[in-house]
């Protein structure tokens, strides 16, 4: 072969131009794929059915074009045809081949990746990758490693250069010999980066998952309300103008409906509606800023600046001077709630609505909607964006208690097309799920989760289905409650560190894992019981949980571990700050302390070893640890669980939380945090036994009891303000 043929080829010496590069979906997947012929410089997987959800469009558009150098546009053409058909003859004998075809949503990705080094190569005066040695590769590395985060290494740097080696049999224009780069070395080695096994992903702050959820509940609960009406009231209005008792054409006919439309407004004191881009400055013509279609759409009638009669015109004007003119326009009612932070009477959370704010009110409504299931199902979004039209299913476990199962399709880890799976919900994700349908235009068979979805109006004939842009939907959302939030009765979301939470779809799952395992008594947005969303999500009723509810709970396990051992160190430095313990399990617990304590003593090391050697020994007993909302639980004996008094000894696996009785348990450990939740009860049980009415229905023996355990929990408090 000439070098001239190496450096310009023409074709491909393995792969012909009409081959379907989709070949190897027929054959892995038994299904017919459409024609995306080898030769073409446009590949495009649009039509590829069960493509993932959550893929944007134009990652099934691969475009060669964009390579400037034919050599190179060549090479990888074959590299990704090699990846997606690992079944034709040319690849099958290719020992690091992939097994199954690649992702169609990873090909645009990748094209970009061997984009970059190509690039890279042709900057070098480098023009075939026969030339390629480890000392560019180790430059190039350089050079990409002062752009990109060091976990990105792996992923856009030595997988993209190392492929072309992996199939360099297959390529026209390929590495030398055998050569490949960095050899066999994982990037670690070569970089010296080493990657947290930790979940890096960020849990959203309480402070800012709080507002925010409660702010999605309000237009799922409240606002949808609202905008659902309003949006069949604009359908109704742009409904072709038809013939009611005459020709809509009659001056007459259409003075008297113009007439009774302005007395409807007169009637319930609603001012004429503004042009969007209505000017503040005075106009030479009155009606210049009204919306005067509109008016004629309620009117049913045809109306212009430039085409209305006179007599139509006097009508208006006397309207406008009369009623005024504002925004708005739709005669839909808006709900009243309680401003925030005043205690003022009810008002409307917003302005009337006009129909130009629909789209974006729809997308604010669907932003909410997708923020309270991401929030509450523990499901990723690849899940979400996958739900379609009917995917709740209503269980009733014959008393009479509902639940939910929503439906949906695991993408994570499968094969194309994804896998049918199921997850737990609880009633507000129904609600929202319940909102998508309403707001749902397209078929049944459809995706719930589209841009349709904001569309006022059909979408045209040949238009593709695109997903919603959900962070983009979120921020949108966060904006609005700080700036329009405090009419509807929402607080506004705070800043972190000084700038907006950077929020993103993948945060959700990880926070509500994290959240339940820190706060697994507590609420958040002020309303959803967080142990109540565990019990949903994870225990899987009627049958087992789905394999997406299976991981979540592997890594609620994890967070839990982690709380745990947090709760040990906070345990461990409030003792050593002197602040007092109380409970059964006081004096075990101050052991324990003493010996950690001492051990650090005769320790030897920085003061990053140090933190280290006291979380090793703190982890020894927390994971007896259990948290409460009036005590700590050191489940370390079963035997002297008073919440495990009448259950069998062979199920002791755990504490009852809701059934301890901490101020005699000895397993019960009592601490600063825990003193406004036992004052709260004795509040309680004190107003039970003044209240003479309650007290005439009480029995004696039983008021007796109850005063008898207020005096314990008295005596708690002054032992536990004694120590202090």
């Known amino acids: 072969m000439s070098v001239a043929a190496v450096l310009e080829p023409h074709r491909s010496l393995f792969f012909d131009d009409a081959l379907n590069v989709l070949g190897g979906f027929r054959d892995i997947y038994g299904f017919e794929p459409p024609t995306v012929r080898f030769g073409e410089d ?51 004998s290719i020992p690091h081949r992939r097994r199954r075809p690649a992702p169609l949503g990873d090909v645009t990705v990748r094209l970009l990746l061997y984009r970059q080094w190509l690039d890279w190569l042709d900057a070098h005066a480098i023009t075939s990758l026969n030339e390629v040695r ?64 930790l979940n890096a992903t960020p849990a959203i702050p309480p402070q800012v ?92 009638v045809r109306l212009g600046l430039t085409t209305i009669t006179k007599e139509q015109r006097n009508l208006l004007l006397t309207a406008v001077r009369d009623l005024g003119a504002a925004p708005g326009g739709l005669h839909t009612a808006i709900t009243e709630v309680a401003s925030f932070g005043t205690d003022g009477a009810p008002g409307p959370w917003r302005d009337p609505i006009a129909p130009w704010e629909l789209q974006y009110l729809t997308a604010r409504l669907v932003g909410a909607c997708f923020c309270t299931i991401a929030a509450l199902s523990a499901m990723r979004y690849s899940e979400i964006v996958e739900i379609r039209p009917g995917s709740i299913e209503p269980l009733d476990d014959g008393i009479g208690v509902i639940r939910w199962r929503l439906h949906s399709k695991l993408v994570k880890g499968q094969r ?75 607080a506004a979301i705070p800043d972190v560190n000084g700038r907006p939470w950077p929020i993103t779809t993948r945060q959700f799952r990880r926070t509500l894992a994290r959240e339940i395992a820190f706060r697994p008594h507590g609420t958040i947005a002020s309303k959803i019981q967080l142990k109540h969303v565990r019990a949903t999500v994870t225990e899987g009723y009627w049958g087992p949980a789905g394999e997406s509810a299976e991981r979540f709970i592997e890594e609620l396990g994890g967070e839990e571990r982690t709380a745990r051992e947090e709760r040990a160190r906070q345990r461990f430095d409030e ?21 950690v304590a001492n ?37 370390t004996d079963p035997s002297q669980a008073r919440c495990l008094k009448h259950v069998p000894p062979e199920s002791r696996t755990g504490p ?44 004696p023996h039983e008021r007796q009891r109850i005063a008898q355990q207020r005096d314990e929990h008295v005596a708690v408090i002054t032992a536990f303000k004694a120590d202090a």
Not at 262 to 273: C, F, I
Not at 277 to 283: S, T
Not at 620 to 625: C, I, R
Request: hydrophobic content about 40%; charged content about 25%.
């Open 42 to 92: 446009v590949w495009d997987f649009s039509a590829v059915p069960d493509r993932p959800a959550w893929v944007a469009a134009n990652h099934f558009v691969v475009r060669f074009d964009r390579i400037k150098q034919a050599r190179w546009r060549l090479t990888v053409k074959e590299l990704l045809c090699a990846r997606l058909s690992p079944t034709h003859p040319a690849v099958v």
């Open 134 to 197: 480890q000392e560019h590769c180790d430059r190039y590395l350089a050079s990409r490693s002062r752009e990109i985060s060091p976990g990105a290494i792996s992923n856009q740097v030595f997988l993209p250069l190392r492929e072309f080696a992996d199939y360099s049999a297959i390529l026209t224009n390929g590495y030398k010999d055998d050569f490949r780069p960095w050899e066999h070395r994982r990037a670690a080695h070569v970089t010296g980066y080493r990657a947290a096994k």
């Open 209 to 300: 998952l709080d507002p925010l959820l409660a702010g999605a509940l309000f237009f799922v609960e409240t606002a949808s309300t609202d905008i659902l009406n309003a949006r069949a009231e604009h359908r109704q209005l742009w409904e072709p103008l038809q013939l009611r008792g005459g020709s809509a054409r009659i001056t007459a006919e259409n003075l008297q409906r113009l007439t009774q439309a302005l007395d409807g407004y007169r009637l319930q004191s609603r001012q004429l509606p503004l042009l969007r881009d209505a000017r503040a400055e005075p106009l030479d013509d009155p009606l210049a800023a009204v919306n005067i279609r509109l008016i004629g759409r309620h009117a049913r």
């Open 416 to 490: 194309h097309g994804g896998r049918r799976d199921s997850w737990q919900v609880i009633e507000p994700v129904v609600r929202a799920i319940e909102v998508l349908e309403r707001l749902h235009t397209n078929g049944p068979e459809d995706l719930l989760m589209t841009t349709d979805l904001y569309r006022t109006l059909a979408r045209e004939p040949g238009h593709p289905i695109r997903r919603i842009g959900a962070t983009t939907l979120l921020r949108d959302l966060i904006a609005w409650q700080n700036t329009n939030g405090a009419r509807a009765g929402l």
């Open 575 to 595: 003792w050593e700050h002197g602040l007092p313990i109380a409970g059964g399990a006081r004096h075990r617990l101050e052991q324990q302390f003493k010996v």
């Open 599 to 635: 051990d650090l003593e005769s320790f030897q090391g920085t003061l990053d070893e140090r933190e280290q050697r006291l979380r090793k020994l703190l982890r020894k007993h927390a994971g007896s640890l259990h948290f409460g909302i009036l005590n700590d639980c050191h489940f």
């Open 656 to 699: 009852l939380i809701a059934a301890c009785q901490p101020a005699r348990c000895a397993n019960a450990s009592i601490h600063h945090e825990h003193l406004p939740g036992w004052r709260a009860v004795i509040a309680h049980t004190d107003e039970l036994l003044n209240d003479p009415v309650i007290s005439r229905k009480v029995p």
